[in-house]
């Protein structure tokens, strides 16, 4: 027994248990390694996981690039805290990241390990294994090796496997003083960086005026587009697109003017962001009014085409999102709304304290949702600040949202926190208490007396993965958090079970890690092997009327619930918890199923376990049944392979032992698994089965 038990363990690895929680004080760490760790970035790993990298000053040295990947589930798949991106003996800050395509990523950042040169980039591919690809000693290759005051580092994936960089770059032998900084880009391939001489890069943009703030986004062809701002007043806008050889192909290969600004001002453009839909370029950026100190930094926006011909106006005019509004509006992010040539743009409204608010601009470039003058909508207004939005696009016209809030300590900013919402073109707002007319938020990370901010946001299926940087445990560590769209906090799913009882009952366990605002519980079911039977859920306990499903409100401590639910037929049921804030939100969890049998009968079968056991030639098998039935014996191995059924035929109401030859188990000694079903012989319904196969031992010698 004591052999096969060490075999039987062998043969089965340990089942790693969900990591991504569900409240928002918990979250899932990605770093919690001594000093300090800051400046996240991310991007998807291609399997709704996330690749994560950030500066770590562990070695109590120098800042390094630290990396880790969770998968779906949360869970890390490389070396705990993190692997180290380059080994060098100096600085490496400022990582920018994105995907190779194939479970990968690649990485850039600064690196001072040249004194002579000041700072330099280099670059890192990750492979999906977390092994590096570039320098056995993980050294790195160079991507601006003669680099001169590189800044503003832009990194994007061309969609077949490489990955285009671009960064503002001041080194002399391109550009006179004046006219520096200039745009140089590199490209990333599985064998290095490829443009440049010995790693050094290229000069993308060499114009008479300096260009700044490079932004890139692939166009869907193998190559990309690259959007920068003219740092000459009247500071403008400019944009081109560039192919996988690095040729320029729009303008006068200094690319064309998006926004010149109003001549004879010291109006300024600035802080471009992009998003490509389909062939389209969809731009947005701010502009100064100089005129007005009341009517600071505007949004503005237009779309160009893959031609480079604009969809909205021209360089002179683009469209006005916040038109002129009072105060400052300023880090914007802009989607296409799926309707035809639509956009969504996301930003912060600063009228007295910092809020996240959207604007829709309908296609044809003039109107407003909501309508003008009041087209501002509020994602969301609360005490404090909220500031720096990230967003994703969550399905057609709608994005997710998250940002950086002091609400929880208004009157001094101390403390941040993580929130986020979902909101379509209508515009909606899609989490809370429907119609969501709050502008709560959800809270992802909200701890008492604990710093969350640098919130990035990823892309995933139903929702999307936010990165932060949190001092929860004294210094600054990397966490995250997996959001639902629907705006659930996801439940580790080994704390919410159903089992079956006797009398056809189905008992539910779940526990909680922590609660906040929690009023109570709500049990719902639905059968779902009868497909005449409603797909509606079904309320059959809820905290308003069953004191035992009332939340706890506010805990930082487990809790354990439990319900015993009895339906009143025979068949698959699926259960669901949905939780209700104290303000009457709602938050569905995932399902779980479980087949329930026959209630009037189940008390009268019973099976009991084999003897002898250990066996060497047969063993025997006590089943008592209260009627007649249908009985199926099937004999597994411990992979679960059927290996043989011993029995299956009617048996009359009684006591019966059934049995098991050696003959059927072939040669071998080992661990072998029973299990019994029994059926009405008339309709084959199941009448019982065994809770759990048993296990049963063979020697042959």
């Not at 285009?164 to 003083?177: E, L, Q, T, Y």
């Not at 400052?328 to 809020?355: C, K, M, R, W």
């Not at 926190?417 to 515009?427: G, L």
Request: glycine share 10%; charged share 15%; aromatic share 8%.
């Amino acid at each position: 027994m004591i052999v096969c038990s060490v075999v039987f363990c062998g043969l089965f690895p340990l089942i790693a248990n969900a990591q991504w929680k569900s409240d928002s004080t918990t979250n899932t760490p990605v770093c919690i390694a001594t000093a300090s760790q800051q400046n996240p970035q991310a991007c998807t790993d291609g399997a709704n996981g996330v690749i994560i990298v950030w500066e770590d000053f562990r070695s109590g040295n120098n800042w390094d690039v630290y990396a880790q990947k969770l998968n779906y589930d949360g869970i890390p798949q490389w070396t705990a805290n993190g692997i180290n991106i380059c080994t060098s003996n100096a600085n490496q800050t400022a990582p920018v990241i994105c995907t190779d395509d194939n479970g990968g990523a690649y990485v850039v950042w600064k690196d001072s390990r040249t004194s002579a040169n000041g700072i330099d980039l280099y670059g890192q591919h990750i492979n999906s294994n977390g092994s590096l690809g570039y320098g056995a000693s993980g050294s790195g290759v160079g991507v601006a090796k003669d680099a001169a005051e590189p800044d503003n580092i832009s990194i994007c994936s061309d969609g077949f496997g490489n990955a285009f960089v671009a960064w503002a770059d001041s080194r002399s032998s391109i550009s006179p003083s004046s006219s520096r900084p200039d745009i140089w880009m590199n490209k990333l391939t599985y064998n290095g960086s490829v443009w440049g001489f010995g790693g050094s890069g290229t000069a993308v943009i060499t114009a008479s005026l300096r260009q700044l703030t490079p932004k890139l986004v692939d166009d869907g062809s193998g190559g990309c587009y690259l959007v920068w701002e003219s740092g000459t007043l009247p500071a403008s806008i400019w944009a081109t697109r560039v192919n996988s050889n690095g040729t320029v192909l729009w303008g006068n290969l200094n690319g064309i003017q998006i926004f010149s600004g109003q001549s004879g001002t010291s109006d300024a453009s600035r802080n471009p962001n992009i998003y490509r839909d389909g062939s389209q370029l969809c731009i947005s950026w701010e502009q100064l009014n100089s005129s007005s100190s009341t009517k600071a930094w505007n949004v503005l926006a237009n779309r160009v085409r893959s031609d480079a011909t604009f969809v909205w106006g021209n360089s002179t005019v683009g469209s006005e999102i916040s038109t002129d509004w009072l105060g400052d509006q300023i880090n914007s992010l802009i989607f296409p709304d799926d309707s035809d040539a639509g956009v969504l743009v996301v930003y912060e409204d600063y009228t007295g304290s910092h809020d996240v608010v959207m604007t829709r601009l309908l296609p044809n470039g003039n109107d407003f949702r909501p309508a003008y003058p009041n087209h501002i909508f509020s994602v969301c207004r609360q005490p404090g600040d909220q500031t720096f939005p990230k967003a994703v696009k969550t399905g057609t016209g709608e994005v997710l949202i998250v940002w950086n809030d002091t609400r929880s300590n208004a009157s001094t900013g101390t403390y941040s926190s993580i929130y986020a919402q979902r909101v379509d073109k209508t515009p909606k707002r899609l989490i809370g208490q429907q119609p969501a007319t709050t502008t709560l938020g959800l809270p992802v990370s909200n701890r008492v007396n604990s710093n969350a901010d640098q919130v990035v946001l990823i892309p995933r299926t139903n929702g999307g993965i936010a990165v932060w940087r949190d001092n929860r445990n004294g210094n600054t560590d990397i966490y995250a958090q997996l959001i639902f769209k629907d705006g659930s906090l996801p439940v580790e799913l080994d704390n919410f079970s159903l089992s079956a009882r006797g009398s056809g009952q189905v008992l539910l366990n779940w526990q909680t890690a922590s609660e906040k605002d929690n009023a109570g519980f709500e049990v719902e079911r639905r059968l779902i092997s009868d497909p005449n039977a409603s797909k509606a859920y079904e309320v059959v306990g809820s905290y308003l009327n069953n004191t035992s499903l009332l939340g706890a409100g506010f805990s930082n401590t487990s809790r354990n619930y439990s319900f015993i639910d009895q339906p009143a037929k025979a068949g698959v049921y699926e259960y669901r918890l949905a939780d209700y804030s104290l303000d009457g939100e709602r938050v569905n969890h995932a399902p779980k199923t479980i087949e329930v049998l026959s209630s009037s009968l189940s008390d009268g079968f019973s099976v009991g376990q084999n003897s002898p056991n250990p066996f060497k030639d047969k063993t025997i098998i006590p089943i008592n049944l209260p009627q007649s039935a249908s009985v199926e014996l099937v004999v597994s191995d411990v992979l679960g392979r059927v290996i043989a059924t011993p029995f299956n035929g009617i048996l009359e109401g009684g006591s019966h032992s059934l049995t098991i030859n050696s003959s059927m188990l072939g040669n071998s000694s080992g661990a072998y698994y029973y299990s019994i079903t029994i059926r009405d012989p008339q309709t084959n319904s199941i009448l019982w089965k065994m809770p759990k196969a048993e296990m049963m031992v063979r020697f042959v010698n």
